[in-house]
Nanobody, 125 residues
Framework: QVQLVESGGGLVQTGDSLRLSCAAS????????MGWFRQAPGKEREFIAT????????IYADSVKGRFTISRDNARNTVFLQMNSPRPADTAVYFC??????????????????WGQGTQVTVSS
């Protein structure tokens, strides 16, 4: 089992920056990719970014490319999402997820094995 706990959400204004963190615990040995997703009220869960275990490969959604950056610190079992120039459209609950025992990246929520409880991000104009 792997437990994921997100933190760092809150209320920000357009143009501010925000960094989300996701701490993993439990069976965190071996290769595991990490991802960030978000879900706004009335909408489906949306892929944001994913990163492989070494941190050398990433994939971003077009909607956040150039504004958000995913990174990880394996010594601390933590993955980050740096959100620069957030917009009101970025308002959502943000979730991190882990995909175990794979070197392949995926953007599909159903391919991830474990999920955090989510952290609310609200961007005001």
């Amino acid at each position: 089992q792997v437990q994921l706990v997100e933190s760092g959400g809150g209320l920000v204004q357009t143009g501010d920056s925000l960094r989300l963190s996701c701490a993993a615990s439990g069976r965190t040995t071996g290769n595991y990719a990490m991802g960030w997703f978000r879900q706004a009220p009335g909408k489906e869960r949306e892929f944001i970014a994913t990163i492989n275990y070494s941190g050398g490969r990433t994939i971003y959604a077009d909607s956040v490319k150039g504004r958000f950056t995913i990174s990880r610190d394996n010594a601390r079992n933590t993955v980050f999402l740096q959100m620069n120039s957030p917009r009101p459209a970025d308002t959502a609950v943000y979730f991190c997820a882990a995909r175990l025992n794979t070197v392949l990246l995926s953007t599909i929520p159903g391919s991830f094995d474990y999920w955090g409880q989510g952290t609310q991000v609200t961007v005001s104009s």
